[in-house]
């Protein structure tokens, strides 16, 4: 690594990354005029190529966080037959996916990270020897995250942590930033086993949120805490359903149990849609092979 970029993570190291994360946070949900968050929303969409396939609400929006977290016009993301697949929960690049051995995920270029660092609770047990996936968002895509199966949510764990950039840079200059950066992993019971959805915070994303409960990262006092809903309270979910959205930021680590799916032909660096299939679910089918 050169000498500039050491400097640079020494320098995130040093700073108050969740505070002022937090603060850029406060700032994206100020309301500002319409005119003026026009400008900044048409500038920003131009920098970073925004899609025209969002929903804009009556009036416009109100702050830029809102239009952040846009929600996408009806048709705009088929989703493809989820019957025996698994899809993308969000639009993103892939940056990695395969194995997890034993316990060990393998980022690009060989940086290794421990799944029982990613979740520091019993449940890590449940992926070993199990498969995985990386998938970035840039500034510019679509950031509000869905069911990649269809099940139950089954509970979540929250992890305060750091919250460094997520950019190539940093993921590959400090080793296990993954499992340093504050993160919140949903966990869905479906017919092909346990599958986790992990939102990884970054810089400047002021906050993660669910959609299936009233839980959210980045508070000012925060402890980890791992939730198991009682069965009444779980929430069925299908493939495509939304579980939750990026508030500014970042990455998705998508987590199945062991002999649970078969990842179709991706190359790390390909783009992928959210609803588009990333791979068959092996015990689904099976059982649909069974029947037919």
């Not at 977290?69 to 929960?89: C, F, I, Q, V, Y």
Request: with cysteine; glycine share 8%.
């Amino acid at each position: 690594m050169n000498s500039s970029k050491s400097l640079v993570i020494f320098i995130y190291r040093i700073i108050p990354k969740s505070l002022i994360s937090r603060i850029i946070g406060c700032i994206a949900r100020i309301p500002l005029p319409r005119t003026v968050l026009n400008i900044i929303i048409r500038k920003y969409s131009r920098v970073y190529g925004v899609k025209d396939e969002h929903i804009i609400p009556p009036g416009g929006f109100k702050s830029f966080d809102e239009f952040f977290t846009r929600r996408l016009k009806e048709g705009s993301h088929p989703l493809d037959d989820a019957g025996t697949a698994a899809l993308s929960p969000v639009d993103g690049r892939i940056d990695q996916l395969g194995e997890i051995r034993e316990s060990t995920l393998i980022q690009a270029k060989g940086i290794e990270y421990s799944l029982q660092h990613l979740i520091p609770s019993d449940t890590y047990r449940k992926f070993l020897w199990g498969s995985f996936m990386t998938l970035y968002l840039s500034p510019g895509d679509y950031h509000r995250i869905h069911a990649p199966v269809s099940g139950v949510v089954t509970g979540y764990i929250n992890l305060p942590g750091t919250l460094f950039t997520v950019q190539d840079w940093m993921v590959k200059g400090l080793k296990g930033l993954y499992v340093k950066n504050e993160r919140i992993i949903t966990y869905i019971e479906s017919q092909a086993g346990l599958v986790g959805v992990c939102k990884i915070g970054a810089m400047n994303v002021g906050r993660i949120t669910l959609s299936y409960c009233d839980t959210r990262t980045n508070r000012t006092f925060r402890r980890a805490r791992e939730v198991f809903f009682e069965e009444r309270a779980r929430t069925p979910i299908r493939a495509g359903d939304e579980v939750g959205a990026f508030h500014l930021g970042s990455t998705v680590i998508l987590l199945f149990q062991n002999n649970a799916i078969v990842f179709d032909d991706f190359k790390p660096g390909q783009t992928i849609r959210m609803g588009k299939r990333i791979g068959t679910l092996k015990n689904l089918q099976k059982k649909s092979e069974k029947s037919s």
